[in-house]
């Protein structure tokens, strides 16, 4: 059998390795995205910058928690555009971010596709929805310039020729970080393990709705 995410891996690290410039900040989020590129960073060597805008105390635990296994210092935020300000006003040249990462393989949408079509509609619908959003920001604000990896032409090459079973539901972060990187992979993932097999949508969902019940109670 094709080890699809050994491939992916190596052709992923090397495009990680070869984004890094000077004068680059990191934006590392609760996410399994930047927390797969997090490792790849240490692993190599490099310890860049970290900038987070998360909003609650589990997402800051979980930055730090990250952060801290990769070697590097974490500046937190209440918003992401007090973040970027801050970025670019601080000597930054760029940005490296997991960006597009999800929308990629699917987001949301694409945890539920039954075939190769459905899963093709979720990218196409997730990327573009991206973009919009990318375009309509950079319109109101002035941020460094930001550097997305995963669209690499090398790196969508080698995803585009995985099965999309392999990719959706984030099975490709999932199964890299418990690897290659397993003490970021033990770091818990909105609010459980990642070795539950129920959609990490539903995590998020259950901490925000606990959350916000402990407030109210």
């Known amino acids: 059998m094709v080890d699809y995410y050994k491939r992916f891996f190596d052709v992923f690290e090397d495009v ?8 680059m ?9 930047t927390r797969l590129i997090g490792g790849i960073l240490s692993k ?10 998360v909003g609650t105390f ?10 801290d296994k990769i070697g590097s210092d974490v500046i937190f935020f209440d918003n992401k555009d007090l973040m970027y300000d801050s970025i670019g006003c601080s000597g930054f ?15 949301f949408s694409g945890i539920f596709a039954k075939n190769e079509d459905r899963f093709s509609d979720a990218v196409c619908f997730g990327v573009n929805s991206r973009l919009k959003y990318l375009a309509n920001y950079y319109r109101k604000r002035s941020v460094p310039r930001l550097v997305c990896p995963v669209v690499d032409e090398k790196v969508l090459d080698c995803l585009f020729s995985i099965p999309f ?6 099975k490709i972060q999932r199964v890299l970080l418990k690897r290659y990187f397993p003490d970021l992979y033990k770091i818990p993932y909105g609010n459980t393990c990642l070795d539950l097999r129920v959609p990490f949508i539903v995590h998020k969902a259950v901490f925000y709705v606990r959350e916000k019940l402990e407030v109210l109670l």
């Open 16 to 23: 990680v390795c070869d984004s890094v410039e000077s004068d």
């Open 25 to 33: 900040a990191f934006t590392l989020t609760a996410g399994l995205d």
């Open 44 to 53: 190599n060597g490099f310890r860049l910058p970290c900038f987070s805008s």
């Open 58 to 67: 589990f997402d800051d635990f979980v930055v730090n928690s990250v952060a």
């Open 93 to 107: 040249n760029s940005v490296l971010t997991g960006i597009f990462f999800d929308e990629i393989n699917g987001g």
């Open 165 to 170: 079973q392999y990719r959706a539901a984030k």
